[in-house]
């Protein structure tokens, strides 16, 4: 069986430069993406064209757009590049710029071009959980959102706000938190287990 060797992390996108390059259906899906994480994400675009529905939705959100063709000027200052133009050589290009500049890089649809690849999120408060498929299939991380979005609890963000309130009140240190923490919530998963036996 093959195995995942991603590594997940939650990036701050508030507080990092992003630059997508492209204007079409993938770039408005890769700025939807970023925005429904973080409203407040540090997002700049660059193309030739934009599609009206990707113009609307950079204008709602205050995201700067640069109408000209792709550039490694526009690298400049950037920490994470997302390239979805439907130019290969264009795309290759972005990726090679980026990593000679040792800038994160996603190239849409290519995954030997990509340092990270954008999976399924589903979001309850402040529970995130994210999907990965190595890159091999979208659709399936899809579905499993869907199902996570199901399955998570609605009142799940305010257990995460009872045990953090909790967490305050405990004496003792780092270790003494967390095993007072792992044994007050240990419960949770087996009443899990023994509803689904």
């Known amino acids: 069986m093959e195995r995942n060797e991603l590594y997940p992390i939650f990036l701050k996108v508030s507080q990092l ?3 997508i390059v492209g204007g079409g ?3 408005e899906e890769k700025l939807t993406f970023l925005l429904k994480s973080s409203p407040n994400a540090q997002v700049e675009m660059v193309s030739p064209m934009y599609r009206k529905s990707t113009v609307a939705l950079a204008d709602k959100f205050n995201i700067k757009r ?4 792709y550039d490694p000027k526009y690298l400049k200052g950037k920490h994470i590049v997302v390239a979805t133009t439907d130019n290969i050589p264009v795309n290759e290009q972005v990726y090679y710029d980026c990593r000679s500049r040792q800038i994160l890089v996603n190239v849409a649809d290519n995954p ?3 340092d990270f690849y954008m999976g399924g999120i589903v979001t309850k408060g402040n529970v995130k959980v994210a999907i990965s498929t190595n890159g091999k299939s979208p659709t399936t991380a899809k579905r499993l959102r869907q199902f996570f ?3 998570i609890p609605e009142n799940i963000d305010d257990l995460v706000k ?3 309130e909790f967490r305050k009140t405990i004496k003792g240190d780092f270790e003494e ?3 007072t923490l792992n044994e007050f919530t240990k419960g949770l998963v087996e009443k899990k287990d023994r509803n689904t036996n």
């Open 66 to 69: 640069f109408d000209d063709s």
């Open 149 to 151: 979005e199901d399955v």
């Open 177 to 179: 938190k967390v095993e």
């Open 25 to 27: 259906n993938v770039a």
């Open 112 to 114: 030997p071009f990509c």
């Open 162 to 164: 009872n045990l953090n």
């Open 17 to 19: 430069n992003i630059l």
